[in-house]
């Protein structure tokens, strides 16, 4: 592969995020914005992770098809149901989340709202 080849990053397309004890922050997200092939999202014990961040997760709406949270203790309700938005998605995991205080309201404003998404909350 030649240099030039290498160094052309438009041809290639990010479909994949997992991220494990990272030191994500809502600005981070931004750079979400023109990311239009994200199918699959992990984010496990990122301690900056918050209602802001899964807010921003709109940016891949349209592509986004799995996403699993788990142990993120800045998470609120609020933050589980700006989830709802995330109308491409097909499984959402959601585990460990001990800030979100009312998970039966949260998960089922989620299923109705994400009528075609296999919803697991722990």
């Given at each position: ?68 949270i788990r142990s993120s203790f800045l998470v609120h ?46």
């Open positions: 592969m030649e240099m030039e080849e290498l160094n052309n990053y438009s041809k290639y397309k990010l479909e994949e995020i997992f991220a494990q004890k990272a030191g994500l922050s809502y600005l981070g997200f931004e750079h979400l914005k023109n990311c239009e092939h994200i199918k699959k999202i992990r984010l496990i014990a990122c301690h900056f992770l918050n209602d802001q961040c899964l807010n921003k997760l709109s940016y891949v709406k349209n592509s986004l098809e799995f996403l699993e309700n609020k933050g589980i149901l700006s989830l709802s938005q995330l109308n491409n998605l097909k499984t959402l995991i959601l585990a460990d989340l001990p800030e979100v205080e009312k998970k039966g309201e949260c998960e089922a404003a989620l299923k109705k709202a994400l009528t075609n998404c296999k919803i697991v909350f722990e």
